[in-house]
């Protein structure tokens, strides 16, 4: 059974960082895709980063690119998002999601369709102004 747990949400300035994180365990063994998918109140879900993990690859959706950043550590099972200076816009839910990906341009496309199979409970996390 896949059990996803995050952690890490909290709530922070403008221009602030912070790291959250998640634990993924009962995945069977092969490649796979983890991402991160946020959600606002009264907006759509949307992807924010996916790492393939058979050679680390990783996507951005555009608004966190140069500011947000996905890793792995592959012995810990755990996924990192690691937000440097965070906005205003960047308040959401953020969950951490997983499936399997038979390459990194596919890991791609599940992260911009949001599509995963496994799925966290959320950490919310809030930026003020």
């Known amino acids: 059974q896949v059990q996803i747990v995050e952690s890490g949400g909290d709530s922070v300035e403008s221009g602030g960082s912070l790291r959250i994180s998640c634990i993924i365990t009962?995945?069977?063994?092969?490649?796979?895709?983890f991402g991160w998918v946020r959600q606002a109140p009264g907006k759509e879900r949307e992807g924010v980063a996916s790492?393939?993990?058979?050679?680390?690859?990783?996507y951005y959706t555009d608004s966190v690119k140069g500011r947000f950043t996905i890793s792995q550590d592959k012995a810990k099972r755990t996924l990192y998002l690691q937000m440097n200076d965070l906005k205003s816009d960047d308040t959401a839910m953020y969950y951490c999601a997983a499936d399997g990906s038979a390459s990194a341009s596919r890991c791609g496309d599940r992260l911009q369709r949001t599509l995963f199979k496994y799925w966290g409970q959320g950490t919310q996390v809030t930026v003020s102004s």
């Open positions: 009962g995945l069977t063994v092969g490649s796979h895709c």
């Open positions: 790492i393939y993990t058979d050679d680390g690859s990783a």
